[in-house]
């Protein structure tokens, strides 16, 4: 048992665990499902995971958008677009480059919150939020593991 | 138990009201009890008796109760233990999370304001929870619960009236457009002091159609505002997101002085990534916790832990660790004999050195240990000695 391979699976016990312990949102369904692409994981996320594999890992289309809204949302853009360009100044706005900065960083976000890419806005920032508790009480939790086992720092 | 038995009563009858207030009422003296014993956030006490008031109890309680249920496996727990405990008695946590909906259901069938304050609600109490822990947070937690208990508070007299004639009526039918209607009513309801004819037009409309389900969306606009329903949603959007910015705001250390929704972004990007390099890292270093006694080639690691880890361990550690290790070995190949040798091995070897099978019987580092009990043998080992035994016994099987 090599140390990566060791280090891979308690990350990932580590992640299931906290999935698993926030089961009421978005991001723990997906979190579970991204770990279940991978054909590395399956064999140990099914022995954890035990009965619930099956109901955990069944893609759930209720969270994503429906393409409804989506075409709604596109419509919507492209309508307040054609409202604001008629407006619009020449030149470099304060207001444009705070938008723009806000939409950049909104993608990166959705980058590493789990699941993020489909999700709109607000509810991007509401499971951000909980994505955020969970991680630190997770980084606690294993910092008490660290100190109870004594683990020694090798330097 | 409550809420499901709760919820199951408000579905069952349609008319009546008067069980409602029973389980209200209930409710109170549970959040009451709560509140005596998380003295983090007091200021979301309910007072004893008002009608209006005990719905916003209602909204404690199943937010605390959520909480504290989620708060205690994950104190509780290593990621292994729960792990393994996930397969045998997953079901517990698991009915954790599924109380959480079921608890929400109750409050949102009582009162049309809850379903907005509930997230919101929520999330303060899960900070009274985790800050209790983090002292920075400590002072940000009851200026942010104190925050909300003004709109909170100020919430009951207004919709006090309200509430209790048209339960009856509305708790069958709950469309969306309701809940947008008093959601908006919620944040407008501090800033609705001027009077201006728009805002006139929009309470006479919202007046007229009183205590019925009301298809539109009617909300209150503040002064200089347009009241065409583009904006209207727009701003209702905007309020919502701008209502989440500032709990992350809170939440994440240092970005309450910080204006700009880019900077803010910036500073929960970075927290963000910081918290799952932490993770990983943590992830490490718990890695090197612990060779296996039968694997070859690790003398160095052996002889330098393994002495200290057997030493500085209860029972508890001994569980985890092993638990670890089934996990690593399921990664290699689920071969479950493999496995049950090398614990039992291992568990031989803390429990009962000098009864394991001859290979150490070759060892002349054995008479070392005279009569190890199986309670004492953890603490009873000289970590010299047994670094000795341990370099000796690999020595002697390779």
Redesign the interface.
């Known amino acids: ?1 090599s ?1 990566l ?7 990932l ?6 999935a ?5 949102a978005k991001w723990s369904h997906a979190l579970i499902m991204n770990l279940a692409k991978k054909p ?1 994981n399956k ?2 996320l099914r ?6 594999y099956e109901r955990l890992t069944k893609p759930c289309l209720s969270w994503k958008m429906p393409r409804a809204k989506k075409i709604l949302q596109r419509s919507f853009k492209m309508h307040s677009r054609i409202k604001k360009g008629a407006r619009r100044l020449p030149g470099v706005n304060a207001a444009s480059v ?1 938008a723009e ?2 939409v950049t ?2 993608k ?2 959705k980058r ?2 789990p699941g993020g890419e489909h999700w709109d ?2 509810s991007l ?2 499971e ?2 909980d ?3 969970s ?9 008490l ?2 100190k ?5 720092n ?1 330097k | 138990m409550e809420p499901t038995r709760s919820s199951g009563d408000g579905s069952g009858n349609s008319g009546t009201y008067t069980p409602e207030i029973a389980e209200s009422l209930r409710f109170e003296e549970e959040i009451q009890s709560f509140m005596r014993e998380n003295t983090v956030h007091p200021s979301l006490e309910p007072p004893p008796a008002s009608g209006g008031s005990s719905f916003t109890a209602l909204l404690g309680l199943p937010a605390n109760q959520a909480v504290e249920l ?2 205690d ?3 509780g ?4 233990v ?2 393994a405990a ?3 008695g ?1 079901g517990e ?2 009915r ?3 109380r ?2 079921n608890a929400l259901t109750l409050p949102s069938g009582c009162s049309p304001t809850f379903p907005s304050n509930a ?1 919101l609600v929520e ?1 303060a109490a ?1 900070f009274s929870i ?1 800050a209790a ?2 002292s920075p947070d400590a002072a940000s937690v009851p200026s942010h619960s104190g925050d909300h208990s003004p709109k909170l508070k100020a919430e009951p007299p207004d919709t006090e009236s309200q509430p209790i004639c048209p339960i009856p009526v509305e708790r069958p039918q709950r469309p969306a457009k309701r809940k947008e209607a008093e959601k908006g009513n919620k944040v407008k309801g501090p800033a609705k002091k001027s009077r201006t004819a728009e805002e006139g037009s929009a309470k006479v409309a919202e007046e007229s159609t009183g205590g019925d389900k009301l298809p539109y969306v009617h909300v209150r606009a503040r002064r200089g505002q347009a009241t065409d329903s583009h904006s209207l949603a727009e701003r209702a ?1 905007r309020e ?2 701008n209502a ?2 500032k ?2 705001q809170e ?2 250390p240092g970005c309450s002085k910080i204006s ?3 900077l803010v ?2 500073e ?2 970075n ?3 910081s ?2 390099r ?3 890292l ?9 060779p ?1 006694v039968d ?1 070859s080639g690790l003398d160095n690691f052996l002889s ?2 393994c002495g ?2 057997m030493v ?2 209860g029972r ?2 001994v569980w ?2 092993q638990s ?1 290790w089934m ?8 071969r479950r004999q493999q496995q049950q040798q090398q614990q039992q091995i291992w568990h031989l070897d803390l429990v009962h050195p000098h009864q394991t099978p001859s290979v150490w019987e070759r060892d002349d580092a054995s008479h070392l240990f005279t009569n190890p009990n199986p309670g004492t043998s953890l603490f009873g080992y000289d970590p010299a000695s047994s670094v000795s035994l341990h370099s000796n016994q690999l020595k002697t099987e390779l």
């Open positions: 048992m140390f391979q060791r280090k891979r699976a308690i990350k016990t580590a992640d299931v665990a906290m698993f312990a926030k089961d009421g590395k064999t140990l022995s954890i995971l035990g009965s619930e705070h900065a806000a960083r909104t990166v976000l590493l919150v806005n607000s920032l509401e951000t939020l994505y955020v508790i991680l630190r009480a997770q980084v606690d939790l294993m910092h593991l660290v109870a086992l004594n683990v020694p090798l | 989620l708060h496996p994950e104190s727990d290593s990621p292994a729960a792990a996930a397969v045998s997953g946590m698991w954790f999370g599924l959480d909906p997230a999330r899960r985790f822990e983090d959007r919502k997101i989440r910015m709990l992350l939440l994440v700009g929704t880019a972004l910036d929960i990007i927290h963000v990534q918290l799952q932490q993770v990983e943590l992830s490490m270093r718990l890695a090197a916790v612990n296996r694997i330098a832990e200290r880890v500085g361990n508890g550690g985890m660790e670890a996990d690593a070995a399921a990664v290699n190949g689920g």
